[in-house]
């Protein structure tokens, strides 16, 4: 990725962080515009280099990638109108629209990550998640213990994780932890520094092809319930 860029992107978030108003925003409004078009041209780059290796993200755009800064603040007691992170996600068939798991690129200045997987699937969806977890358990182990995936990705999103066993599964299931899950996605956190280098581009997507086999086994249930 473009280092001065995204340099360029984290000083204008954290001027957001500390101005999240519309008068500030207002005024800025035309730094935001360069910044976020310099924003979708990288996504673009990254598709490009992502379909050469994940057939299914081949056609998308930027456009349907990269999510809007303005927050919905409808039903949330923090009113602030705009999101201090700039991301996308993407993904094949609908990219960020289409439910399925797929590459998500979050820059928000100390909290910047790379991350895939399935996050709070809809009740019916996450069991038989589990189902297909139980019963192609050897493939989704040899996924996440693959030692560049666990490097990376060491763990599993852990908000909201059962304390026991979910029924109708054995409690005495050798592998019953990764049945407790509510969340089926993973991250991996990354300093601003990281992506400010003039090869983030080569490295994210390097970090991305990790994720691959593990979207892929997610999706397949995915688009059995769909």
Same mark, same amino acid.
């Given at each position: ?15 957001? /962080?500390? +101005?999240? +108003? ?22 673009? @780059? ?8 994940? @057939? ?7 456009? =349907? ?56 699937? @809809?009740?019916?969806?996450? /069991? ?6 139980? =019963? ?9 213990? @693959? ?13 909201? *994780?059962? &304390? &026991? ?16 899950? *509510? ?6 956190? /990354? ?13 994210? =997507? ?8 593990? +979207?892929?086994?997610? +999706? ?7």
């Amino acid at each position: 990725m473009r280092g001065e860029l995204i340099g360029n992107i984290f000083a204008f978030l954290r001027e957001l /962080k500390s +101005n999240n +108003n519309r008068e500030w925003f207002a005024a800025h409004k035309e730094s935001y515009l360069q910044l976020k078009s310099g924003f979708e041209a990288l996504t673009d @780059e990254l598709i490009a280099r992502i379909s050469l290796w994940d @057939e299914e993200v081949k056609g998308l755009k930027a456009k =349907d990638c990269v999510y809007r800064i303005y927050r919905d603040v409808r039903f949330s007691p923090d009113k602030s109108p705009y999101k201090t992170h700039f991301g996308a996600y993407i993904c094949g068939f609908r990219g960020r629209n289409s439910g399925r798991c797929g590459y998500y690129l979050h820059l928000e200045p100390g909290s910047s990550l790379l991350a895939g997987g399935c996050h709070c699937p @809809e009740p019916t969806l996450l /069991k038989r998640l589990r189902q297909d977890i139980y =019963d192609n358990i050897e493939e989704f182990t040899g996924i996440i213990r @693959e030692p560049g995936f666990a490097a990376e990705f060491p763990e599993i999103d852990p908000e909201g *994780k059962l &304390k &026991k066993v979910p029924l109708p599964f054995p409690p005495d299931f050798s592998e019953a932890d990764l049945l407790k899950y *509510k969340h089926y996605d993973v991250a991996s956190i /990354k300093p601003d520094s990281w992506f400010e280098d003039g090869d983030a581009l080569e490295k994210t =997507d390097r970090v991305f092809r990790k994720l691959y086999k593990f +979207n892929r086994f997610l +999706n397949y249930t995915i688009d059995n319930v769909s």
